[in-house]
């Protein structure tokens, strides 16, 4: 056969399409379900005790839809569609949402250190060394003045120990009070005016528009190290605290049974809500995994215990929900489980 000009044409047309619709990136957001590997792999307590069943880290998989993911989306169920801008700021690239995820990431897995070791009686020491800048809210005040890394060591001459410390800070201002911030960017400390301005979708509320982690050195005996790789966000943490502590302590806490859930853990021990509840109760239930922990905040509403439920019982799995306010309360329940 004989290509001729139109021939050409015609398939440059198609495979121009073809890399169109499998390769261009739309301004959407995919979410859908997806894995829950067992954390004794991610997780290594130096000479800690091994357990017949496993604890698991469940994640929900996302990415930049092309055109093809998208109508897969429209069309398959439990994968939510989001605008791009609601997921990552305008004005944020995708490596700094990475390295901020990352860092969430870090922080969770460091206070989940902290709730485990104290909780097992274990030695911890921990310095403080300011707060990072996770992120900048677009239209505020710090969008023109901080960056994401910036390291906030001090605020109007007072040194910033945690996170808490400047937030209690800002909560005692007015919107047009104006403060100086002391940073450390690219190694080197420098001072920042910034005003403050009341929070658009939330009035008598003011600040200058940052999320912030914690920057902490905590030190552990004996070691532990975590291997998750390019896993983000602080979701994982009531997991990697009950891992933790079920390798500190000589008891088996799996009871062998396969053990999943969800929640970010603070520095207190609390269970934090999270997002994609429903998608990781999915995960788990793929994995077969027999326990789900998910926070229940009665006073929110559709709480993550609510909705883990809810999806529990559209799928038919026989995987028990189980509602948690607090590190304590899912390790009594284990505490309390009848062995396999």
């Known amino acids: 056969m004989r290509f001729t000009k139109k021939h050409i044409i015609a398939l440059i047309l198609v495979i121009g399409i073809a890399f169109f619709i499998s390769a261009y990136k739309l301004p959407y957001y995919i979410y859908k379900p997806g894995g829950a590997d067992a954390l004794n792999p991610i997780v290594e307590v130096e000479e800690g005790y091994q357990s017949e069943g496993d604890m698991h880290l ?12 998208y109508l897969w989306a429209k069309i398959l169920p439990n994968q939510d569609i ?18 901020a995820q990352l860092q969430m990431m870090e922080s969770s897995q460091e206070a989940s250190t902290v709730v485990a070791y104290e909780a097992a009686n274990e030695d911890i020491s921990i310095d403080y060394n300011g707060v990072y800048v996770v992120s900048v809210v677009e239209g505020m005040p710090a969008e023109e003045v901080l960056k994401t890394g910036d390291r906030i060591v001090g605020i109007d001459g007072s040194s910033i120990d945690e996170s808490s410390d400047l937030i209690g800070y800002v909560e005692d201002k007015q919107a047009g009070d104006t403060i100086t911030v002391d940073v450390v960017r690219d190694e080197k400390q420098i001072e920042k005016e910034v ?3 009341e929070f658009p979708e939330q009035a008598n509320k003011v600040g200058i528009g940052i999320q912030l982690v914690t920057d902490r050195s905590v030190e552990v005996e004996p070691e532990v190290s975590f291997s998750s790789g390019s896993i983000g966000g602080p979701s994982a943490g009531l997991m990697f605290s009950l891992e933790i502590y079920d ?16 929640g970010e853990v603070d520095y207190q021990g609390n269970v934090l809500r999270i997002g994609g509840i429903d998608k990781k109760v999915i995960a788990a239930d793929q994995e077969g995994c027999d326990i789900f922990f998910a926070a229940n905040n009665e006073e929110a509403k559709n709480s993550n215990y609510e909705e883990a439920s809810k999806t529990a019982e559209e799928i038919g799995t026989d995987m028990e929900i189980v509602p948690v306010k607090s590190f304590d309360d899912a390790l009594q329940y284990l505490q309390d489980l009848e062995p396999a």
């Open 82 to 99: 989001m605008p791009l801008n609601k997921v990552r700021p305008e004005g944020v690239s995708q490596d700094e949402y990475f390295h």
């Open 247 to 262: 390798q500190l302590t000589e008891e088996d806490l799996t009871k062998g049974y396969q053990i999943a859930g969800t």
């Open 58 to 69: 469940v994640t929900v998989r996302g990415g930049q839809a092309t055109p093809v993911q």
């Open 195 to 197: 005003t403050l301005m």
